[in-house]
């Protein structure tokens, strides 16, 4: 039998060992983590700057597009004192191929939808005709008319609530969540979601025939606007004339406002209508990589040709 001295020497010595590996597997494991952390930091730091930096580029893109697009309403107006939807400004753009993704572009006429700031005066004042007309428009949509009231409220500079349907200070004062009237033109159209009686899902409806421009007492392009904003030039105007309307010009459009009036005959008089245009809207989208931007221009061009930027927004409206 051995000594009982050597035995308890080697267990010792057999525990040192088992707790020296679990030490070792330890540090390993916490090497491997710290190592993997930094790894994915360092990938994501690689991928937000790569982000940045296509952002950037797209961005150069995008506004590359906006002077491409001033430059094409320009030589538009040398060759034509009308504008219609088979021009070429109106085209929708193929995908370009750009460095290291894609670019895709649209222009689009801006009067041929209803301007709300028309709804009120230069002097801050509604304007009966244009709130009546903007209840056309949305009877036509199959929305409460009495939103026209409310929006005119909201631009007007005065506190007194239109009747019937109209809202002032005092009752967005009132909401769970208060505010105030701008009590001035429209910036954005997406401020119709602040107007009292605006669902988001007629706000959705409502998108594709209103705009909110820098300027009131625009016209109605009758060569690019939809049928329920002809509709909405005159109180007699069934939704199959519009539509009849809207298909009947070709490619070239109406050419004088003679020509639009003789397909109405007497029933119905159209007032606010145009057959040309000065406010264009870029739709710029831009992939570059995994990071995409989308920018809007609104394009101002006035009647000696000039055109310039007065409005732009990325991602949103």
């Not at 193929?94 to 290291?100: N, Q």
């Not at 004042?125 to 409220?153: K, M, S």
Request: some cysteine; aromatic content about 6%; hydrophobic content about 40%.
């Amino acid at each position: 039998m051995r000594p009982l001295c050597c035995a308890r020497g080697r267990q010792s010595s057999q525990r040192q060992r088992g707790v020296a590996v679990i030490l070792a597997l330890v540090v390993l494991a916490i090497s491997a983590s710290v190592s993997a952390a930094m790894l994915w930091d360092r990938n994501l730091d690689v991928q937000r700057t790569a982000n940045v930096l296509h952002i950037g580029q797209a961005r150069m893109y995008a506004l590359g597009a906006e002077a491409w697009s001033e430059q094409i309403l320009r030589r538009d107006l040398q060759h034509s004192q009308t504008d219609s939807l088979g021009e070429t400004w109106a085209t929708q753009l193929p995908s370009l191929p750009i460095e290291g993704g894609q670019m895709t572009g649209r222009l689009e006429d801006m009067q041929g939808r209803f301007n709300l700031n028309n709804l009120v005066k230069t002097n801050g004042q509604r304007n009966p005709a244009a709130v009546t007309q903007f209840q056309r428009l949305l009877v036509a949509l199959q929305i409460d008319p009495n939103i026209a009231a409310a929006t005119a409220d909201w631009i007007d500079s005065d506190t007194t609530p239109t009747y019937p349907g109209g809202a002032e200070d005092e009752y967005y004062a009132s909401l769970d969540v208060p505010y105030l009237t701008a009590d001035r033109p429209m910036a954005s159209i997406s401020e119709l979601l602040l107007v009292k009686g605006v669902s988001y899902a007629d706000y959705r409806r409502l998108l594709p025939y209103v705009a909110a421009l820098p300027a009131n007492g625009t016209g109605i392009n009758v060569n690019t606007a939809p049928w329920p904003v002809i509709m909405s030039l005159a109180p007699n105007i069934s939704q199959a004339t519009a539509q009849s309307i809207v298909a009947q010009p070709g490619p070239k459009g109406f050419q004088s406002l003679a020509q639009f009036q003789s397909l109405l005959g007497a029933r119905a008089n159209a007032t606010g209508a145009t057959v040309a245009s000065s406010f264009f809207e870029l739709t710029a989208v831009v992939r570059i990589g995994s990071s995409s931007l989308t920018m809007y221009s609104l394009l101002q061009r006035e009647n000696n040709g000039s055109t310039h930027c007065v409005g732009r927004t990325f991602g949103t409206l």
